[in-house]
């Protein structure tokens, strides 16, 4: 979605990436997060991947690199600035972005440079998961030899894209300690960051927040305005979305 009327300036650009469990969802389900930062002046792309079984561990990974590729190519035919390009995910989208942003490999197989990511926010996302607890993992990861190589908290570098990682203390699909243990690690590896655990808000709490209806609960996009404000893609005055 892009801001309506167009700026005459290319627009910073938040490519979101949904949840579902790795089997379910779709960048339609997602419209609103689209308008809400359509309307703050950002061009938002909202980006599917293969569900399992087709799209079982890497085939989310590779399809999500694929589509910031394609926004490294074709977004600025919307407005976008290819320079500005931030990630955001929800649950196991969430999981997609953090692994696209530390583990180099993803988007160095589509020829994304290193650095084009500017930055990237999880919501609720599960980083540090093994052992398999859940079906939607298993299905998802269960076929692994070395399941190490599926998390992303074992790709911590302290010279990786900074991340915002936002969760709430009443989740019990994906609990908050995955956003804590994540933060630490890249604390200890020299890339300070903070997990903001929100008080009574659960699993699909932090991505409802981003809807028009809850709006008023500014916990969670304050937070992400803030992030992409101090990496040079500050809101704009609101505006109308456009699809």
């Given at each position: 979605?892009?801001?309506?009327?167009?700026?005459?300036?290319?627009?910073?650009?938040?490519?979101?990436?949904?949840?579902?469990?790795?089997?379910?969802?779709?960048?339609?389900?997602?419209?609103?997060?689209?308008?809400?930062?359509?309307?703050?002046?950002?061009?938002?792309v909202l980006v599917?991947?293969?569900?399992?079984?087709?799209?079982?561990?890497?085939?989310?990974?590779?399809?999500?690199?694929?589509?910031?590729?394609?926004?490294?190519?074709?977004?600025?035919?919307?407005?976008?600035?290819?320079?500005?390009?931030?990630?955001?995910?929800?649950?196991?989208?969430?999981?997609?972005?953090?692994?696209?942003?530390?583990?180099?490999?993803?988007?160095?197989?589509?020829?994304?440079?290193?650095?084009?990511?500017?930055?990237?926010?999880?919501?609720?996302?599960?980083?540090?998961?093994?052992?398999?607890?859940?079906?939607?993992?298993?299905?998802?990861f269960g076929h692994?030899?070395?399941?190490?190589?599926?998390?992303?908290?074992?790709?911590?570098?302290?010279?990786?894209?900074?991340?915002?990682?936002?969760?709430?203390?009443?989740?019990?699909?994906?609990?908050?300690?995955?956003?804590?243990?994540?933060?630490?690690?890249?604390?200890?590896?020299?890339?300070?960051?903070?997990?903001?655990?929100?008080?009574?808000?659960?699993?699909?709490?932090?991505?409802?927040?981003?809807?028009?209806?809850?709006?008023?609960?500014?916990?969670?996009?304050?937070?992400?305005?803030?992030?992409?404000?101090?990496?040079?893609?500050?809101?704009?005055?609101?505006?109308?979305?456009?699809?």
């Open positions: 979605m892009v801001p309506d009327p167009p700026f005459a300036a290319p627009r910073p650009v938040i490519v979101f990436i949904h949840g579902g469990g790795w089997h379910s969802g779709a960048p339609g389900d997602y419209r609103f997060i689209g308008r809400t930062f359509a309307r703050q002046g950002y061009v938002v599917g991947y293969r569900k399992v079984p087709e799209g079982a561990w890497p085939h989310m990974l590779e399809d999500s690199a694929r589509a910031v590729a394609w926004v490294r190519d074709h977004v600025a035919d919307y407005g976008g600035d290819p320079a500005r390009v931030f990630l955001m995910g929800h649950s196991a989208g969430a999981y997609n972005a953090a692994m696209l942003t530390l583990e180099r490999q993803w988007l160095g197989r589509e020829g994304v440079p290193e650095g084009f990511v500017k930055g990237t926010i999880g919501l609720s996302g599960p980083y540090d998961f093994y052992p398999f607890t859940s079906d939607s993992a298993c299905a998802a692994v030899a070395d399941p190490a190589l599926t998390q992303p908290i074992r790709y911590v570098r302290g010279d990786a894209p900074p991340m915002l990682l936002l969760t709430g203390d009443a989740d019990t699909t994906v609990k908050p300690r995955n956003s804590r243990a994540l933060a630490m690690a890249l604390s200890n590896a020299g890339l300070p960051t903070e997990p903001l655990v929100l008080a009574g808000v659960d699993h699909a709490g932090t991505v409802m927040k981003l809807a028009h209806p809850f709006l008023r609960d500014r916990r969670v996009i304050d937070p992400i305005l803030a992030f992409l404000a101090a990496r040079g893609a500050p809101p704009s005055a609101p505006v109308q979305a456009q699809a």
